[in-house]
């Protein structure tokens, strides 16, 4: 998960609540049943016996009936369950009902006169819409998760079924899987009972190293709530996809499952088929098993799943890179070109630049390469870039790029070349073998009528391929991707009409990203280069200017939920707190250099147009940053066709804090058109050393809400519904990092001009490295910009800092919906 939102603090919206609000009173790991008791003539009937069962594990509930008939089960473990009612001088009525997570299942419940040791058998069928209140969600059942076509088996594909989800297509680098109703994917929320299932550096759902968020096997119901006015709902503006996972029963049960797919039954695809590129190497296996049953009967049972994938996928990806002919001729002009070009002829650039062609030319699959044309450089030049545009300028080089008096597209002139390619280009196949597997179990307790508990530990173990090279695979990139995490859900009822659900859990990752042949790269090639002239060629050392990288999460998290019935009113009061302690890698970003060309004319004369290097003083830092929640809630049954529900909550999420106070921004805020006085010293233009990140971060967030569902005397075939409220997202954890590399922690050179070759006097990597050597001394010193420039090399430049915005990072939404 090169690539990450938000936490479960919603996990324990354990409340119950003794009316109808068909999503509110439950919590978004478990569901609650309702209902209305009455007589032959719709009278309600006040101190009925209602008997709630589960037909999996024998656990059983009893309450009477309000005054006004009503009844609830809140808090329920999804799954099927009996109720039985039974008054004096009625027959006994029973019917099955399922309880999904995150919905409450109304259940109306009509006594015929008789005698209560007579019983009638009723068969109800699920509604079909929501009756209950304004909140816009969709359940699932497992049948329904089993028979989804879903390559992979990723958890996330479920939502993406849902009324007013898109997937998302952002352009950009945009991250997140969907979007619900406009708003961005980084707004959604995921949990697995009730634990939130986020990476907090990127607010995506904690995926692992293939990128998939396994445990298919392991889910019982999911649901996926779009809108959500009640005050559970929060830290995220978008929607909140719910997982409740299997449980044992009183009966054993399990399942295995495999898939297998490979090369030889898939056809080669339509660009490699054109290119005369064979069938590449393709392997995929998956599978999953599980097992649940008792431990002791109706009072305890557990739960164990195992699922994994191990695949090689290849590439297929356009390679370009430089023919031999071209290097040759590079090779054998150097020193008269860049004497050309500079004034001084390198002499010490051959073995380098003999290094890059080899490397190019020994790449998989160059025996396929073709000469550019056309109709991969558009510009007529034959993959020359700049070279000889206008006319032949450089030794040795007449014979390259387009034909004399082609036009070139690019420049808007004429090329002046030969007619000899510069540039071969072939597709690349090569891959990685990729794997993640995982084991999670789950132990429940009914300690009694008052108390239910459980426990689940998971692990997940991978490793991804996350770059793979297509010019060696020593410039592979590879991240090692271990999770666990462990929960304890406690449910405890004081009465009939006061419940509390309570969550504990903790989470810890690792998402580290590196060569892990480092050393054997930087001693085959030390840079990351790019030659991003026209029909650029393919990246040598591949992408390790961008590692290594990552971070590793420590997270705890706390909730708990009160919920209390009172006549025609349930409220709901709860609170929740999550931590996050994030030791930040992203400091190697760019500790290896990046070396880029914008012209062949330029790197064929020994020079390099732009170097960009880092110099940390720290390749880790620690990161910490929580979020706090509370809400009330009142949920008001007004009468049998009016459901009412007014909440409020308020957050607060914490400015990041570096344990290390590795932070630093300018003293005074930078405007447009502002200046500053060269002659002021760095150590007072910049304060360094700074624990906090933001200037101005808003301290707590009112989100107040508002629902109602209304149907036409008690209809459960029409009802209009809406909502408005006011939601926030949680800030990722990544918007730090575009604040914690600022100088002097992170001192960032951006030089241009200068030799390629590390053997060459004066060359970009030495006059960078030269250039950070002379800042430092000169701002430990209480030195300024005029006495930075005196002692750098030549060709040294002040180094690049972004400035903190005052502003709050604070996301803020207001929803609504009829």
């Given amino acids: 998960m090169l690539h990450s939102k938000k936490r479960a603090w919603l996990a324990g919206l354990a409340v119950v609540t003794l009316f109808v609000i068909q999503m509110s009173a439950q919590t978004i790991v478990t569901g609650d049943v309702v209902g209305t008791v009455t007589d032959p003539s719709n009278a309600v009937l006040a101190g009925a016996t209602v008997t709630l069962s589960s037909t999996d594990t024998g656990a059983t509930t009893e309450i009477k009936t309000s005054q006004t008939g009503l009844f609830r089960f809140p808090l329920l473990k999804p799954g099927q369950y009996r109720i039985a009612a039974t008054q004096s001088g009625f027959r006994t009525s029973q019917q099955n009902v399922t309880v999904a997570v995150g919905q409450i299942t109304t259940s109306n419940i009509q006594l015929q006169l008789g005698q209560s040791n007579e019983t009638v058998e009723v068969t109800t069928a699920t509604p079909v819409i929501q009756t209950e209140n304004a909140n816009i969600s969709t359940a699932f059942t497992p049948a329904q998760v089993d028979l989804l076509p879903n390559g992979g088996n990723d958890l996330t594909a479920v939502a993406q079924t849902a009324p007013g989800v898109t997937i998302n297509s952002s352009s950009g680098g945009g991250y997140g899987n969907f979007t619900a109703f406009g708003l961005p994917a980084t707004s959604n929320l995921f949990t697995v009972n009730g634990n939130d299932a986020m990476d907090p550096y990127l607010n995506l759902n904690n995926s692992g190293a293939t990128n998939l968020l396994l445990g298919k096997n392991e889910v019982q119901e999911t649901a996926v709530v779009s809108n959500g006015y009640t005050g559970q709902y929060g830290r995220n503006a978008g929607a909140q996809v719910d997982y409740a996972t299997k449980s044992g029963t009183n009966a054993f049960h399990g399942n295995a499952q495999y898939f297998f797919n490979s090369g030889g039954l898939n056809a080669n695809d339509w660009f490699n088929n054109n290119t005369g590129t064979p069938l590449p190497q393709e392997n995929n296996n998956q599978w999953a098993a599980s097992i649940g049953g008792p431990i002791k009967k109706d009072k305890a049972f557990f739960f164990v799943d195992t699922e994994g994938l191990r695949y090689i996928l290849s590439t297929s990806a356009l390679t370009i890179v430089p023919t031999q002919a071209f290097g040759s001729a590079v090779v054998a002009n150097l020193a008269a070109n860049s004497a050309l070009l500079g004034g001084t002829p390198l002499t010490n650039s051959e073995a380098f630049y003999n290094n890059i062609f080899g490397l190019y030319n020994a790449a998989p699959g160059i025996n396929r390469a073709v000469p550019v044309d056309s109709t991969i450089d558009a510009t007529n030049n034959l993959g020359c870039g700049d070279l000889n545009?206008?006319?032949?300028?450089?030794?040795?080089?007449?014979?390259?790029?387009?034909?004399?008096?082609?036009?070139?597209?690019?420049?808007?002139?004429?090329?002046?070349?030969?007619?000899?390619?510069?540039?071969?280009?072939?597709?690349?196949?090569?891959?990685?073998?990729?794997?993640?597997?995982?084991?999670?179990?789950?132990?429940?307790?009914?300690?009694?009528?008052?108390?239910?508990?459980?426990?689940?530990?998971?692990?997940?173990?991978?490793?991804?391929?996350?770059?793979?090279?297509?010019?060696?695979?020593?410039?592979?990139?590879t991240s090692n991707q271990p999770q666990d995490e462990g929960q304890l859900n406690w449910t405890h009822t004081f009465s009939p009409t006061v419940l509390n659900q309570f969550i504990a859990s903790g989470t810890y990752y690792s998402s580290v990203f590196s060569d892990p042949r480092q050393a054997e790269a930087s001693a085959l090639f030390p840079y990351s280069y790019q030659n991003l002239d026209t029909s650029s060629w393919t990246n040598l050392g591949g992408t390790n200017f961008n590692f290594p990288q990552g971070r590793r999460v420590t997270q705890y998290q706390f909730v708990d939920d009160l919920s209390l019935s009172h006549g025609s009113h349930s409220f709901r009061f709860g609170g929740n707190f999550r931590r996050n302690d994030i030791s930040d890698l992203i400091f190697g970003v760019l500790t290896t250099p990046q070396q880029t060309t914008g012209s062949n004319t330029d790197f064929a004369a020994g020079f390099i147009d732009q170097i960009v290097q880092r110099f940390p003083q720290s390749l880790e830092q620690p990161i910490a940053l929580y979020s706090f929640g509370l809400y009330g809630q009142d949920e008001w049954r007004v009468n049998s066709s009016l459901k009412l529900t007014m909440a409020l909550r308020v957050e607060r999420n914490s400015n990041a804090v570096c344990q290390t106070n590795c932070f630093s921004n300018l003293t005074t805020p930078f405007q447009q058109g502002s200046s500053f006085n060269p002659a002021t010293p760095y150590n007072q233009l910049i304060a360094a050393g700074q624990s906090?990140?933001?200037?101005?971060?808003?301290?707590?967030?009112?989100?107040?809400?508002?629902?109602?569902?209304?149907?036409?005397?008690?209809?459960?075939?029409?009802?209009l519904r809406g909502g408005a409220g006011l939601f926030s997202d949680l800030y990722p954890g990544s918007l730090v990092d575009r604040?914690?590399?600022?100088?002097?922690?992170?001192?960032?050179?951006?030089?241009?001009?200068?030799?390629?070759?590390?053997?060459?006097?004066?060359?970009?990597?030495?006059?960078?490295?030269?250039?950070?050597?002379?800042?430092?001394?000169?701002?430990?010193?209480?030195?300024?910009?005029?006495?930075?420039?005196?002692?750098?090399?030549?060709?040294?430049?002040?180094p690049t800092s972004p400035a903190i915005p005052r502003a709050s990072p604070t996301t803020n939404a207001a929803n609504w919906s009829l």
């Fill in 692 to 719: 906090q990140t933001f200037p101005d971060l808003e301290k707590v967030v009112l989100q107040p809400r508002f629902g109602f569902a209304y149907s036409p005397k008690g209809s459960t075939s029409t009802v």
């Fill in 389 to 477: 545009v206008g006319g032949a300028f450089l030794n040795g080089l007449s014979a390259f790029g387009g034909t004399s008096g082609t036009f070139n597209n690019a420049y808007g002139t004429n090329n002046g070349g030969g007619g000899t390619p510069c540039a071969s280009y072939f597709r690349s196949t090569v891959g990685q073998l990729s794997t993640e597997w995982i084991l999670a179990g789950r132990v429940d307790f009914n300690l009694g009528n008052s108390d239910k508990l459980f426990l689940r530990y998971r692990h997940d173990e991978g490793t991804q391929p996350t770059f793979t090279d297509p010019i060696n695979p020593v410039f592979n990139v």
């Fill in 739 to 798: 604040f914690n590399r600022n100088t002097p922690e992170s001192n960032q050179f951006v030089l241009g001009g200068l030799p390629f070759s590390p053997d060459e006097p004066g060359n970009a990597e030495s006059t960078v490295t030269g250039c950070n050597t002379a800042f430092s001394n000169n701002f430990a010193a209480g030195g300024n910009v005029t006495s930075f420039l005196a002692s750098a090399p030549a060709g040294c430049a002040t």
